[in-house]
Every structure is written in C-alpha cells, then in structure tokens.
C-alpha cells in the first residue's frame, strides 16, 4: 500500500515557541493531505484538509493561525503549531489521498506526539 | 458522513476468530464502509472497504448484510498483534476530497 511519512514522530518544546510537523508521501502524489489532532482516549478530530497550492480549509473551532498548514508539493505538507503551549499537546496525525484510488481510502503517517512544557 | 454505531469494547482470545459488528442504519446507495484500525501509539491503518459484496482480503473480511444497514469485520485467527482500535466508517463514493469522520471505534483486547 502506499506509504506516508511523519517527522518528528516525538517533539518536545518550551510553551510559547512554534514547532513545524511534515508529512509526506513517499510513493505517490498525494493531492489533498489532511491533519487530524487526537488526545489521550479520544477519538480522532479532523483539523483541517490541505490541497496542493492552495490555502488549507480548517474545521469549526480550529484556529488557522496558530495551526498553520502548507502543502507546496504533491509529496509534502506542513503542519506549524505557532506559540505552542501545554493544551496544545496531543497526538497529530496526517493523512493523504491520491487519484489512484475512486473509494477515497486514505493513508495515515504514524503520528507525531507533542508535548508542550 | 452517515453515521455508524459500533461497540465500545470487546474481547477475545488469541488464535480465535473475532466478529466486529458495525450498525449504519443511514447508509446512502453510494456510501462505501470502511474499516480501520489505529494500533497504540500509531496513525491508523486501513483494513478493508466495500460496497455491497462481502470482500475478503489478506487482513480479513468483510461482510455487508443484504440491506446494507449492518457489517461485520472478520477477523479469521486473532493475534495479539490485532489488538487495536477499529473504526467502521462511511465514505461516499470518490469521497478523496473530505477527511474522514472518526467515530469512537470499538476496542478490541485479545487475551493470550
């Protein structure tokens, strides 16, 4: 199946300052990429779904501008948590979808767990 | 996405097989079921989709009742590598636009 990668997969950082997350697709061009944020037990939350070269379409009550996302390639999107602090660690999980596949199904990279001091 | 009901938790032991049943009573014609499931720690993974035929794959199977209302994730020998989270979820036809909507998912624990 196809591969999406995450990096960093563990990050941790002093509040106030921004951490940037990547996912990319390794085996496929991947023209929407799509972030989702799941806390400990919970369920996961889409925060946002990102086409390649163009702004990031955000859920309700997801700030576009603490949680900045890029998608300048087919193979890479950009999640930044801006002025992060301590409510803002969570389990951030990325996921993408190419042409190739009618049905929508959709590939997950591992996560990246921040904590936020 | 329509909605989808499925057990909070079940149990099993390994080497057995496991029914994971999923309720979509609002199913539309051209809603897709999914399955996936998220390991601890990890992104989820997918297992299996289908539309109205019953689909058998390398993971498992599937089976999708006559009216479509219900399905039944089918795990043939559990290991306890399958202990997981499995999410049932509906995704409409070329729906590679949206995100998918995560329900709560049952969680499955194989005893040894």
């Known amino acids: 199946g196809a591969v999406v990668s995450q990096h960093p997969s563990r990050v941790i950082c002093k509040s106030g300052t921004s951490v940037k997350i990547e996912c990319r697709s390794l085996?496929?061009?991947?023209?929407?990429m799509f972030w989702y944020r799941q806390f400990p037990k919970k369920s996961l939350m889409l925060m946002a779904t990102s086409n390649e070269g163009s702004k990031a379409t955000y859920e309700q009550g997801v700030e576009k501008d603490k949680f900045l996302i890029n998608h300048a390639s087919l193979t890479l999107s950009t999640l930044t948590v801006t002025s992060a602090h301590p409510e803002d660690s969570s389990f951030y999980i990325c996921?993408?979808?190419?042409?190739?596949?009618?049905?929508?199904?959709?590939?997950f990279g591992e996560g990246s767990r921040l904590t936020v001091l | 996405d329509a909605k989808t009901t499925q057990p909070n938790s079940m149990e099993s032991n390994e080497e057995e097989p496991v029914h994971l049943p999923c309720n979509h009573s609002t199913i539309s014609g051209t809603d897709y079921i999914h399955w996936y499931r998220q390991l601890p720690s990890q992104g989820p993974e997918y297992v299996i989709h289908?539309?109205?035929s019953n689909v058998n794959n390398r993971m498992a199977s599937l089976a999708i009742a006559e009216d479509r209302k219900s399905s039944t994730l089918i795990l043939h020998r559990a290991t306890l590598r399958d202990a997981a989270v499995y999410y049932c979820?509906?995704?409409?036809?070329?729906?590679?636009?949206?995100?998918?909507?995560f329900g709560k998912g049952t969680h499955l624990i194989i005893q040894p």
């Open positions: 996921s993408a979808s190419g042409t190739f596949s009618d049905t929508g199904e959709l590939f």
């Open positions: 979820i509906l995704r409409v036809s070329g729906g590679g636009a949206d995100g998918l909507t």
């Open positions: 085996d496929f061009q991947a023209t929407t």
């Open positions: 289908g539309l109205t």
